[in-house]
């Protein structure tokens, strides 16, 4: 079908395009728009949330644009799309396998777009799609919480983890918020019953919890079987669990979060309804795309980095 530069009149764009390995193979270019495809709407970015760890692409895929997660305006659409609109505010995932929100426009399927909270700027939605989703998918569909449940959420000040805090809160759960010392302050603020700092004996002297949802991974993951009761579940969105013995009756997993309309907009109703706020720690402007992903990598954020595109 025909380009989205068709439409748009416009035929190139600034983009944060990755060379290599880490932070410092990041640049700022312009390249041309991207072409849309059946299905999918062009996404004019106000703003897009960053992750760590998010640089680590292979070699065949560079150069390549980071940031899995917009928030902006619809510019065009696929002729077989009939929603979102062209002028709506939407936010999203975008898919791990292509070029992401780092640039003045991205092509997304456009099933994968919700309507942006009202209540939120574009920089605040931003800060959503991606931390949001595994929080609800680690909480609800991997770790199955229920009301009234134990559940204890590490990395309780970062990006996943001061939503996952909420929506825990939110389905009526006992929140026990596990985090570094430099974060512990900001964790206290999300709204848990206890804020802990992890020492040694951490799990031996905690009365094991329904679900353990681990943001964290490393070291922290390998002691964590032992804060959750038999029957109960130990889910990761930063790392594969230890091998734990089968007699203990204690189911783990990793997953790897998947984009879902539906679950966004469920998110949406909950900050409509005041139950979920995204934090953003940082905003920087795309020009300042390396200092944002060394700050998404620092020690002591309370909640998300955020790239602001455009203001308008
Ligand atoms: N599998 C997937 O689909 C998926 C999806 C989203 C995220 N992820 C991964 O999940 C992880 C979390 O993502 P995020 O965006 O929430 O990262 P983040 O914003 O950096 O949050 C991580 C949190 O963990 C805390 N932390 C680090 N070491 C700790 C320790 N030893 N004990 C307690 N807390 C500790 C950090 O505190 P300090 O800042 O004080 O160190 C920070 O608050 C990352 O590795 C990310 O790549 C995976």
Redo the contacts with the bound molecule.
């Keep these: 079908m025909s380009g989205s530069r068709e439409r748009t009149g416009i035929r190139a764009m600034r983009a944060v395009r990755l060379h290599g390995s880490g932070s410092e193979a990041l640049e700022v270019e312009s390249i041309e728009m991207p072409t849309l495809a059946m299905g999918e709407a062009l996404v004019r970015v106000l703003a897009a949330g960053i ?4 640089l680590g692409w292979p070699a065949d895929r560079l150069p390549a644009t980071p940031s899995y997660e917009v928030s902006g305006i619809v510019a065009a659409v696929a002729p077989d799309v009939e929603e979102p609109t062209v002028g709506e505010p939407v936010y999203g995932l975008t898919p ?1 396998d292509c070029d992401g929100a780092a640039a003045e426009y991205v092509a997304v399927s456009a099933r994968l777009l919700a309507p942006k909270p009202r209540e939120l700027s574009h920089v605040e939605s931003a800060a959503l799609p ?2 949001g ?2 929080a609800w998918q680690g909480l609800f569909d991997h770790g199955a919480l229920k009301d009234g449940q134990r559940v204890v959420v ?9 939503l996952a805090t909420q929506l825990a809160l939110w389905r009526g759960a006992y929140v026990i918020a ?6 512990a302050k ?2 206290s603020l999300f709204g848990a019953h206890e804020v802990l ?2 020492g040694n004996g951490f799990g031996d002297t905690l009365e094991p919890a329904d679900l353990v949802f681990d ?6 993951l390998r002691r964590l079987p032992t804060a959750v009761r038999p029957g109960g579940r130990l889910v ?4 594969e669990p230890p091998p734990v013995a089968s007699g203990a009756g204690i189911d783990t997993r ?5 984009p879902k309309r539906e679950q966004l907009v469920e998110l949406t109703r909950l900050v409509a309804s005041g139950a979920l706020r995204p934090a953003v ?1 940082s905003v920087f402007a795309l020009a300042d795309a390396r200092e944002a992903f060394d700050r ?10 955020v790239l602001l595109v455009s203001d308008e």
């Design positions: 992750t760590r760890d998010e791990f991606l931390a989703l595994s590490t990395g309780a000040a970062g990006g996943v983890g001061h596990v985090t570094s010392p430099a974060s900001a964790a700092v992890p943001t964290v991974g490393g070291d922290l990761s969105v930063a790392g990793y997953f790897v979060v998947e720690d998404s990598m620092a020690a002591g954020k309370r909640g998300k980095v």
